[in-house]
């Protein structure tokens, strides 16, 4: 599927739009960082959980669990939320 | 009015200052990327390579001193997660730890029904070359309060000693809560020269500790250290230790910058002995850093700030200065000629001052507001080599072959 990467995250993927494949959101972020290496690491913690400012949006809804089905045909949107100055 | 500056400590004059001793090689770190500063032999004149990293958060930037050449970045951003940047070639080129610090998933250390909860890196903040003899060994500390270490010179990371999920190490170091203002932190990492398997560590808090079985297990190291009134001396919970430091001209002497004062230990001794109660009582014995001199034990620095009521963190009264002693902290010497005599209201992290090992010694700073000072008279006089960086984490001094 279609991932739209935010400008953080270019220095792994050098562009704003890349693919990857899975099912759920955690199988397409374990095919992103097969492609991208380390990516992962900073968008999820240790204890598997989504970080503080980083946000995955599918069909408009706001994905909170690494589990959720995903539909190949869809567009996964990772978005950096507000974090301060 | 500029304030009392005696001369009594003169500095280490042997061979000035020339190109035969190398040339220095500060490494700035700040809350918004890096910055390498390469001196002549002089020391005079400052080539700036950066910024690196813009915008990332960089709480520590080390060279390799084994191989001169290796740069160890601690890094995160507002939005990501924390990561290891390495470079091989002075900082021309960088790339990203394979597996930068993280906790375990579970906890290991736990028994049956007392599991701890999981925890998660931060950041890290602190970074140590391993003995000369483990070329390939670096250990980090990290927020909340971790140890790691690495076998392959900084790509892979992993958890280091029990002390991570040790049931009695995870209560002294507390909850985010009683940590410093951005998180508890684990630094101060000391690898005895001598001896790679004698280590010591220090946690804001949780107090310091030591190993001598090469991290396999660890033990308070506290006698004699003071708490804020009121709680208990005993319970490593309750210390705040800012700075430790070694000196590298004898390897059983510690200085240590804490919460509540300023002290020295002498090994064997487990007594720390507390060595700021001379300094001006409008001064106060309270700072982060710690600096000693390379080849003399008996000299070191200290840089006070404000400790009293809401703990502004400030210099003292907006006058800036460092102090230092020449005979193992029994007296300290104001040492300012240079710095702001008013109206000046940063101060210096525990990281940001370092020494480096010329003669005579240049002893370097960053401040909260981002200049960098520098003395080549070892603190009798400053003066500022850049401003307007971001706020300043960690200075290195390095000395290039």
């Known amino acids: 599927m279609k991932v739209l990467i935010p400008s953080a995250l270019r220095s792994y993927t050098t562009q704003g739009e890349v693919e990857a494949s899975g099912a759920t959101l955690a199988s397409v972020l374990a095919d992103l960082d097969r492609r991208y290496p380390g990516i992962r690491f900073r968008m999820i913690d240790e204890q598997q959980q989504i970080r503080a400012h980083i946000r995955f949006f599918y069909a408009s809804k706001q994905l909170r669990d690494l589990a959720q089905p995903l539909d190949a045909n869809g567009e996964l949107i990772i978005v950096q939320a507000l974090s301060g100055g | 009015m500029m304030a009392e500056n005696t001369n009594t400590q003169h500095a280490d ?40 990293f813009l915008g990332h958060i960089i709480s520590h930037l080390v060279l390799d001193p084994r191989d001169g050449q290796t740069l160890l970045a601690a890094a995160k951003t507002g939005h990501l997660g924390p990561t290891i940047f390495r470079s091989t070639d002075l900082g021309r080129s960088w790339s990203e730890a394979k597996r930068p610090p993280a906790f375990a998933a579970r906890s290991e250390g736990a028994t049956a029904g007392s599991a701890l909860p999981g925890r998660t890196v931060d950041h890290t903040f602190w970074l140590t070359p391993g003995n000369a003899r483990q070329p390939d060994v670096w250990y980090a500390g990290t927020s909340p309060q971790g140890l790691f270490r690495s076998d392959d010179g900084g790509v892979s990371w ?193 990281q940001a001052m370092s020494a480096d090992p010329l003669q005579p010694v240049g002893l370097y700073f960053g401040t909260t507001s981002g200049e960098l000072w520098m003395s080549r008279d070892e603190g009798l006089h400053w003066q500022c080599i850049a401003r307007h960086l971001p706020e300043i984490y960690a200075v290195e001094a390095a000395l290039l072959a």
Not at chain 2, 13 to 37: F, I
Not at chain 2, 40 to 50: H, L, V
Not at chain 2, 325 to 336: I, V
């Open chain 2, 158 to 350: 992993a958890p280091f000693s029990c002390i991570n999920d040790d049931p009695q190490y995870r209560q002294w170091m507390g909850s985010v809560q009683d940590g410093t203002p951005d998180g508890p932190k684990l630094h101060s990492i000391i690898v005895d020269p001598r001896n790679a398997d004698h280590l010591y560590l220090a946690m804001s808090g949780g107090g310091v500790h030591e190993s001598s079985d090469g991290g396999e297990s660890f033990k308070p190291l506290l006698d004699q250290l003071d708490v804020v009134g009121g709680f208990d001396r005993a319970d490593p919970t309750f210390h705040d230790p800012h700075c430790v430091r070694l000196c590298p001209s004898n390897p059983d002497r510690l200085y240590q910058q804490n919460h509540c004062g300023i002290y020295r230990l002498d090994r064997p001794s487990e007594q720390w002995l507390n060595i700021g109660k001379s300094l001006p009582a409008e001064v106060g014995d309270v700072g982060f850093p710690m600096v000693v001199h390379p080849r003399n034990a008996e000299t070191a620095w200290v840089f006070p700030m404000d400790g009293t009521s809401v703990w502004p963190r400030t210099s003292p009264d907006g006058k800036p200065a460092v102090y230092a002693t020449g005979d193992g902290g029994q007296s300290w010497q104001r040492r300012d000629a240079g710095l702001p005599t008013s109206q000046a209201w940063w101060t210096v992290k525990r």
């Open chain 2, 13 to 52: 004059h042997g061979a000035a200052g020339t190109a035969e001793q190398g040339q220095v090689l500060l490494l700035v770190a700040t809350r918004k990327g890096a910055w390498l500063y390469h001196g002549d032999a002089a020391r005079e004149n400052w080539r700036i390579d950066g910024p690196h």
